[in-house]
């Protein structure tokens, strides 16, 4: 098995060429380092502060200096031992009778200059650097006259934490097993604990289907395609870069890879750029590919949000393909996401269905929502489609007769009637919010996106956001050039769903990750405050922006105090690199200041030859004044963000789900 494939990499040209085969011992026992967040752990390589220094100093000026200092210490050492032997011969003790008190005189001498010659001039000369640098590695490899036998390597048992399962693992032994196997192998293992039932379902499983066993429903072991970027799923990691050998990186990410994980995703990511400067294919593709590979290793499920022709990876990447206005997506959405109370579904969908401009009227319209999707999911046993909800809304008189008369046959029409009595005196007054969620839901009651959605006798089966539990992928294709309203409305509503279903999991071993391509319509107030309470949640969503100025004012500093990570892409405009530039603040940088003033010193000698001098060569004399002090700047300005940013590249700050944070790293996203 391949982790890439030529087809892929003709598709993404700046991405590496294809690796060798995939090789289980290899790829399980290599190293994996603890490091902060970003950082690719695979096979990296920590900082190591001596070598970084053995880096900047150059040979040839550490070499020079070494020697002065060894021939100034030699100097210094021979002087001090002829003086002490001029010493001894003066006060007479070098007679043969004081042989042995001259000669321990002469010893302790010696020692001492030679612990000086060592502790100053070995210290100015950096002998210790030279040694480790150049004399020890020649020593080592000129001490031992036989080569030793190579040590063969040790043997690692890479299922050791399965062997308790028994003989059903011999077989994994003999079978191609690839990393998503392995993963949900080991995943599967510690979901059965000490229960003896699931503990033998999973020993049979395995002595039957071997590398197969507790496979995803769709019986997919790996996507099909091929992949794009590179993962390690050992760790959930999805490498995008690198982060560049800048000064403005943090000294431990320099060169190093750059890699997201649920526990950076999980305070959720908002990346603002323009079209067309990589954030689908250097970002949204390949998060979205991990989410995917994850969910068949059974530790994530995914929703996949974008237009129908965004490069968000093929439809065989799915379990379930939402495409509302194409007849032949096999799937439906549920516009109440399967809520448990009607109250929640019908508040949640009067806000998807108000844009921005509406929102002061939006607090009476969930009202009136509640009023009609109440009764009716009493009367009739689940919730109204979207023809019979605009219906009701609209106040049509035969559809609130027979949902009254169903009211009062089941018993339930006095729990009600309040609401039903409110409903009937806004039908047909100028401020009835009834009449206008009734004409938004008309965007969504086309012919061509009837059958996408719940209710009705032609709808495709429905999938409700509740189903987040389990390991599933969710492609939706909205439809933005057909019905850019419609598709405007249905974002809100799948952010809106996702953050109160993912909130509201009982079990939250599965990381829940959403994806939305192009988040302009989909953020409101009410999105902020769902993507906030995903840090508890074990989710997190990715939200792409083409510039923060499609947002509302009152909403882009909160959005950018609900999200985590951040992330500039080249091109955004200077008042979006303001908002980031305050949101990463500042740090100490150390300035030097060099002034030049007239040299008006000394007496009347120095002046006259700085008057010949000036003659001569028509330059004035001056002294030179050096000033270092330590200033807050900007740790990247707006000018930087909007201009320097190269083709290729970005700008990230990180926040872990633990707390940990990682300045802004500039990072190329071609390698």
């Given at each position: 098995?391949e982790?890439?494939?030529?087809?892929?990499?003709?598709?993404?040209?700046?991405?590496?060429?294809?690796?060798?085969?995939?090789?289980?011992?290899?790829w399980?026992?290599?190293?994996?380092?603890?490091?902060?967040?970003?950082?690719?752990?695979?096979?990296?390589?920590?900082?190591d502060?001596?070598?970084?220094?053995?880096a900047?100093?150059?040979?040839?000026?550490?070499?020079?200096?070494?020697?002065?200092?060894?021939?100034?210490?030699?100097?210094?050492?021979?002087?001090?031992?002829?003086?002490?032997?001029?010493?001894?011969?003066?006060?007479?003790?070098?007679?043969?009778?004081?042989?042995?008190?001259?000669?321990?005189?002469?010893?302790?001498?010696?020692?001492?200059l030679?612990i000086?010659?060592?502790?100053?001039?070995?210290?100015?000369?950096?002998?210790?650097?030279?040694?480790?640098?150049?004399?020890?590695?020649?020593?080592?490899?000129?001490?031992?006259?036989v080569?030793?036998?190579?040590?063969?390597?040790?043997?690692?048992?890479?299922?050791?934490?399965?062997?308790?399962?028994?003989?059903?693992?011999?077989?994994?032994?003999?079978?191609?097993?690839?990393?998503?196997?392995?993963?949900?192998?080991?995943?599967?293992?510690?979901?059965?604990?000490?229960?003896?039932?699931?503990?033998?379902?999973?020993?049979?499983?395995?002595a039957?289907?071997?590398?197969?066993?507790?496979?995803?429903?769709?019986?997919?072991?790996?996507?099909?395609?091929?992949?794009?970027?590179?993962?390690?799923?050992?760790?959930?990691?999805?490498?995008?870069?690198?982060?560049?050998?800048?000064?403005?990186?943090?000294?431990?990410?320099?060169?190093?890879?750059?890699?997201?994980?649920?526990?950076?995703?999980?305070?959720?990511?908002?990346?603002?750029?323009?079209?067309?400067?990589?954030?689908?294919?250097?970002?949204?593709?390949?998060?979205?590919?991990?989410?995917?590979?994850?969910?068949?290793?059974g530790?994530?499920?995914?929703?996949?949000?974008?237009?129908?022709?965004?490069?968000?990876?093929?439809?065989?990447?799915?379990?379930?393909?939402?495409?509302?206005?194409?007849?032949?997506?096999?799937?439906?959405l549920?516009?109440?996401?399967?809520?448990?109370?009607?109250?929640?579904?019908?508040?949640?969908?009067?806000?998807?269905?108000?844009?921005?401009e509406?929102?002061?009227?939006?607090?009476?319209?969930?009202?009136?929502?509640?009023?009609?999707?109440?009764?009716?999911?009493?009367?009739?046993?689940?919730?109204?489609?979207?023809?019979?909800l605009?219906?009701?809304?609209?106040?049509?008189?035969?559809?609130?007769?027979?949902?009254?008369?169903?009211?009062?046959?089941?018993?339930?029409?006095?729990?009600?009637?309040a609401?039903l009595?409110?409903?009937?005196?806004?039908?047909?007054?100028?401020?009835?919010?009834?009449?206008?969620?009734?004409?938004?839901?008309?965007?969504?009651?086309?012919?061509?996106?009837?059958?996408?959605?719940?209710?009705?006798?032609?709808?495709?089966?429905?999938?409700?956001?509740?189903?987040?539990e389990?390991?599933?992928?969710?492609?939706?294709?909205?439809?933005?050039?057909?019905?850019?309203?419609?598709?405007?409305?249905?974002?809100r509503?799948?952010?809106?769903?996702?953050?109160?279903?993912a909130?509201?999991?009982?079990?939250?071993?599965?990381?829940?990750?959403?994806?939305?391509?192009?988040?302009?319509?989909?953020?409101d107030?009410?999105?902020?405050?769902?993507?906030?309470?995903?840090?508890?949640?074990?989710?997190?969503?990715?939200?792409?922006?083409?510039?923060?100025?499609?947002?509302p004012?009152?909403?882009?500093?909160?959005?950018?105090?609900?999200?985590?990570?951040?992330?500039?892409?080249?091109?955004?405009?200077?008042w979006?690199?303001?908002?980031?530039?305050?949101?990463?603040?500042?740090?100490?940088?150390?300035?030097?200041?060099v002034?030049?003033?007239?040299?008006?010193s000394?007496?009347?000698?120095?002046?006259?030859?700085?008057?010949l001098?000036?003659?001569?060569?028509?330059t004035?004399?001056?002294?030179?004044?050096?000033?270092?002090?330590?200033?807050?700047?900007?740790?990247?300005?707006p000018?930087?963000?909007?201009?320097?940013?190269?083709?290729?590249?970005?700008?990230?700050?990180?926040?872990?789900?633990?707390?940990?944070?990682?300045?802004?790293l500039?990072?190329?996203?071609?390698?």
């Amino acid at each position: 098995m391949e982790l890439n494939d030529a087809r892929t990499q003709h598709t993404h040209p700046h991405l590496p060429p294809p690796r060798a085969p995939f090789h289980l011992p290899t790829w399980a026992t290599a190293p994996r380092p603890e490091a902060a967040p970003g950082i690719y752990r695979q096979h990296h390589v920590p900082h190591d502060p001596k070598a970084a220094e053995q880096a900047r100093t150059p040979a040839g000026p550490l070499l020079l200096r070494a020697a002065l200092n060894l021939a100034v210490g030699l100097f210094v050492y021979l002087e001090g031992v002829s003086l002490v032997q001029g010493l001894l011969t003066t006060l007479g003790l070098t007679a043969p009778g004081s042989f042995v008190i001259s000669l321990l005189i002469a010893a302790a001498v010696n020692a001492a200059l030679i612990i000086m010659v060592l502790m100053v001039f070995g210290r100015m000369g950096r002998w210790t650097e030279v040694w480790r640098r150049w004399i020890a590695p020649v020593l080592s490899h000129t001490v031992t006259e036989v080569p030793a036998a190579p040590e063969e390597a040790p043997v690692v048992d890479v299922w050791a934490e399965l062997r308790p399962v028994g003989e059903a693992v011999r077989r994994l032994e003999g079978e191609q097993v690839g990393d998503v196997d392995y993963v949900r192998l080991h995943q599967a293992w510690r979901t059965v604990g000490s229960d003896p039932v699931a503990w033998q379902e999973f020993a049979g499983q395995l002595a039957a289907r071997g590398a197969a066993a507790c496979a995803h429903p769709s019986e997919q072991r790996d996507l099909p395609g091929g992949r794009a970027a590179r993962h390690d799923l050992l760790v959930r990691q999805v490498r995008l870069g690198t982060a560049q050998d800048v000064p403005k990186n943090p000294v431990a990410h320099r060169n190093a890879g750059f890699a997201l994980d649920p526990r950076v995703l999980g305070t959720s990511l908002l990346a603002v750029g323009p079209a067309g400067t990589g954030k689908t294919v250097s970002l949204a593709r390949p998060v979205a590919e991990a989410l995917c590979l994850q969910a068949l290793a059974g530790a994530a499920c995914a929703v996949v949000v974008g237009a129908a022709d965004a490069d968000l990876g093929p439809d065989d990447w799915y379990d379930v393909v939402i495409a509302p206005g194409d007849p032949a997506a096999p799937y439906g959405l549920d516009l109440y996401g399967a809520a448990p109370h009607s109250d929640e579904a019908a508040a949640r969908l009067a806000d998807a269905l108000l844009p921005d401009e509406l929102a002061p009227r939006a607090e009476s319209a969930r009202a009136a929502m509640q009023q009609v999707v109440g009764p009716y999911r009493a009367a009739y046993g689940g919730y109204p489609g979207v023809r019979a909800l605009r219906a009701l809304l609209a106040g049509d008189a035969e559809g609130w007769a027979e949902l009254g008369e169903r009211l009062r046959t089941s018993g339930r029409r006095s729990e009600f009637e309040a609401d039903l009595q409110q409903r009937e005196r806004m039908h047909g007054r100028a401020d009835d919010p009834g009449a206008l969620l009734a004409d938004r839901l008309a965007l969504l009651d086309r012919p061509a996106l009837a059958a996408g959605f719940s209710g009705g006798p032609d709808a495709k089966p429905a999938f409700a956001m509740r189903a987040l539990e389990h390991p599933l992928r969710v492609r939706v294709k909205l439809p933005e050039r057909s019905h850019p309203e419609a598709a405007r409305i249905l974002s809100r509503l799948l952010l809106g769903q996702f953050t109160q279903a993912a909130a509201d999991r009982r079990d939250r071993e599965l990381f829940a990750g959403m994806v939305l391509d192009d988040a302009t319509a989909a953020v409101d107030a009410q999105a902020i405050r769902g993507v906030q309470r995903l840090r508890g949640a074990n989710a997190g969503v990715l939200l792409l922006l083409r510039t923060l100025s499609d947002l509302p004012e009152a909403l882009r500093a909160p959005l950018f105090g609900a999200v985590g990570n951040r992330m500039a892409f080249p091109g955004i405009a200077p008042w979006d690199g303001r908002l980031f530039s305050e949101a990463w603040g500042t740090h100490l940088v150390r300035e030097t200041a060099v002034t030049h003033v007239p040299d008006t010193s000394g007496g009347t000698v120095r002046r006259a030859g700085r008057l010949l001098r000036k003659a001569l060569s028509g330059t004035t004399a001056q002294t030179e004044s050096v000033t270092t002090r330590d200033v807050e700047r900007h740790r990247w300005s707006p000018s930087d963000l909007a201009h320097a940013l190269p083709s290729g590249h970005a700008v990230v700050s990180l926040t872990s789900v633990t707390g940990e944070q990682v300045p802004p790293l500039l990072v190329d996203l071609r390698h």
